[in-house]
């Protein structure tokens, strides 16, 4: 089960323009081997989108998503949440970020083409900065910045298991100024205590 995301709003697919924007995220995540779940974005954006305004690249969005193996949402039966926060945050550690950013290049310009969406653009991301990890809690919140189409985004995505699958949920945003980061892992943190609290054993 998902919590709600305070202060965020629903993509619910029920206008023509929630199911493109939903439909673009789900196809971008699905070639990088993650199966979404919900995508939130900040209301007012969501308000204009209801009413059919064109909104162009969002300002601020969340998404929860699972990393597939095999088609399949990853199963870690039998791992503790030690052993499996131990190894994301190896893998975090050894991410290659020329590889991220040319793969995430690729996948984008697949996708634009895929839903007829006319971008000039080749590369469209830079090369990632990872931030590593920035703390433990019932999740490993890790960070990330990177430059889409000349403005710069951040991100901080909360890795979690939750009923034997890694579940992962990403808050991310326009670089607006030195206090985005640390409300990003705020909202992450918050997040992720509501999520294990609804999926805690009973």
Avoid at 52 to 69: K, P, Q, R, V, Y
Avoid at 135 to 164: K, P, R
Avoid at 184 to 201: F, G, I, R, V
Wanted: proline residues 1%.
């Amino acid at each position: 089960m998902l919590p709600s995301v305070d202060d965020y709003c629903l993509v619910t697919q029920q206008t023509e323009l929630e199911r493109i924007i939903f439909e673009w995220m789900r196809d971008t995540q699905a070639k990088g081997g993650n199966k979404i779940f919900q995508l939130w974005i900040d209301c007012g954006t969501y308000q204009r989108l209801i009413r059919g305004e064109e909104i162009g690249n969002l300002d601020t969005w969340f998404m929860s998503f699972a990393t597939l193996t095999q088609g399949q949402e990853r199963p870690l039966a039998g791992i503790s949440k030690q052993k499996a926060q131990q190894t994301w945050v190896k893998e975090i550690s050894q991410l290659n970020t020329k590889y991220l950013g040319d793969r995430i290049n690729e996948i984008f310009n697949e996708v634009n083409k895929e839903h007829l969406i006319d971008t000039d653009e080749n590369n469209i991301v830079s090369e990632p900065v990872i931030l590593g990890v920035l703390e433990e809690t019932e999740s490993v919140h890790w960070g990330l910045l990177m430059d889409v189409e000349g403005q710069t985004v951040a991100g901080i995505i909360g890795m979690a298991l939750i009923n034997e699958v890694a579940v992962s949920q990403g808050f991310y945003s326009h670089l607006v100024s030195t206090n985005t980061l640390r409300d990003l892992l705020a909202k992450s943190k918050k997040y992720s205590t509501k999520l294990h609290q609804l999926n805690a054993e009973e």
